[in-house]
């Protein structure tokens, strides 16, 4: 019924950029917020950027000051822009939304996608 999908990850040089995207679709009542998580291999997954339906953000401090977490309401999606990229900024990215669909409230997320920091 309700659908997370991100896009955008790949290779990036050290001290370059990528923008990751994430939209939700489906039976979609509204969205409260948005928000993008990390893992890498043999770690537990980490809170990397959070949005709410205010548009208020809190961040990680190890991005604060280089990734930016935006959202468009009308188009159910949630953006990433990671500047100033470090080889620990590995990791696969995922996308969560809480969502009510059909009146129930619940934790929405994608399948991920990989971004990669090497020179």
């Known amino acids: 019924q309700v659908q997370v999908v991100e896009s955008g990850g790949g290779l990036a040089q050290p001290g370059g950029s990528l923008r990751l995207s994430c939209v939700a679709s489906?039976?979609?009542?509204?969205?409260?917020?948005m928000g993008w998580y990390r893992q890498v291999p043999g770690k537990e997954r980490e809170l990397v950027a959070t949005?709410?339906?205010?548009?208020?953000?809190n961040y990680v401090d190890s991005v604060k000051g280089r990734f930016t977490i935006s959202r468009d309401n009308a188009k159910n999606t949630v953006y990433l822009q990671m500047n100033s990229l470090k080889p620990e900024d590995t990791a696969v990215y995922y996308c969560c939304a809480r969502i009510n669909s059909m009146w129930r409230v619940n934790d929405y997320w994608g399948q991920g996608t990989q971004v990669t920091v090497s020179s």
């Open positions: 489906g039976r979609i009542i509204s969205i409260d917020f």
């Open positions: 949005i709410n339906n205010n548009g208020r953000t």
